[in-house]
């Protein structure tokens, strides 16, 4: 029983792992968006939704291996 | 009523119902000051602050959604941004905050969701939309289908899963400043550390992760309405 709680435990952390990749994503992102803006600053307030949109999107992943950490602490512990 | 269901008071409907009091005065307040408000002279005070405000807010909404349909929705954008704001706010002042209840979200992404498929019937019409779950070829149903839902489940967890994890940390955070100050002998009864230490943490995650968090909500909100608005053909 000990060690059903604990691989739960485990696997709840390699879950949330997800999140290392989209870090990565959306700070290549804001980079690119800081670039753009950098390069025409008329353009502001259109990347700035873009940005948004894809760091939003890009953010999904990591959300969902939230929620399987979540169902994982919650449900099976 | 199912049986066997038990009615839980959860503590984050008193939060809800402070802030929409506050929100309600709010409000009275504006209109007061708009009634009484002379129109050729300068706005001042809080007639000033709301002026701003309704400017951002119906910019967003046009920047976003175009001018027409931008206007529509621009109120309903403005009390969302309010009402988060200051929920995503509340653990600053000790109250639980309602958006780290899973209920809550859940329904500010259901309102969210309703609108854009409201949206989407509206411009590509009822068969339209049927339609538009079969295409390219009916054996896409299945991604369709989630392409349609995610937009919900992703919405309201984002914003759950932000606030609730401030929360976690800073519970984690308060316990184990209470735990070093237990070190000390005779003062040690109260937490000392932590006051020190918490405020830079409580600035992270409840004013800048609440606003963002916030921001992305409604800009997402918008981005989607948008979205369907823009291809009717």
Redesign the interface.
Known sequence: MELARGLVAIGAGLAVLTGMMTGLGQGYAAAKAVEAVGRNPEAE??IR?ML??GA?IA??AA??G??IAFVLIFLFN | MIVGATITFQVEVLSILIISAIILGLILAVNRAVKKADPLDQPKGILLLAVIYVRMMSGLAK??MGNIVGRNYAPYLGILALYLALANLSGLFGMPAPTANFSVTLTLALITFIMIQRMSIKSIGFFGYIRSFFEPHPLFFLMNFFGKV?PL??MS??LF?NITSGTIIMVLFYAFTGWVAALVPIIGVIDFVGPIVAPVLHFYFDVFVGLIQM??FI??TS?FIGNEYSQPE
């Open positions: 307030s259109k939704s948004i949109l939003a953010e999904t959300i969902y939230m929620l | 920047d976003n995610a489940i992703s967890i984002r899963g921001y992305i800009s997402l981005v």
